[in-house]
Nanobody
Framework: QVQLVESGGGLVQAGASLRLSCGPS????????MGWFRQAPGKEREFVAA????????SYADFVKGRFTISRDGAKNTVYLQMNSLKPDDTAVYSC???????????????????WGQGTQVTVSS
């Protein structure tokens, strides 16, 4: 098991940017595919973005393509979600997740992840 800790959420106005970070507590992220999911009040959790262990392969939900970028820094053992052009509809709790996978595998479904962080709140005002 990997304990994950997210940071970087906050309250911003529409059009602003935020960068979320996700780091493990006490372990390395090597051998783990990573993903970001979000859940808004009254809605189901939804996939946002994912990245392979190698960092060479990524996948995005259609509603964030061109606005969000997922990346990972092996040296800092951290995964990032750069969010630009934020909209009020992006308001949600954002959680990162980890799953052990082969080096170039991207995981986009929540049930395949077995390690989750507590989440960080992102609120976008209009």
């Amino acid at each position: 098991q990997v304990q994950l800790v997210e940071s970087g959420g906050g309250l911003v106005q529409a059009g602003a940017s935020l960068r979320l970070s996700c780091g493990p507590s006490g372990r390395t992220f090597s051998s783990y595919a990573m993903g970001w999911f979000r859940q808004a009040p009254g809605k189901e959790r939804e996939f946002v973005a994912a990245i392979s262990w190698s960092g060479l392969h990524t996948s995005y939900a259609d509603f964030v393509k061109g606005r969000f970028t997922i990346s990972r820094d092996g040296a800092k053992n951290t995964v990032y979600l750069q969010m630009n052009s934020l909209k009020p509809d992006d308001t949600a709790v954002y959680s990162c997740a980890a799953a052990r996978r082969a080096i170039n595998v991207v995981v986009t479904t929540a049930y395949e992840y077995d390690n989750w962080g507590q989440g960080t709140q992102v609120t976008v005002s209009s």
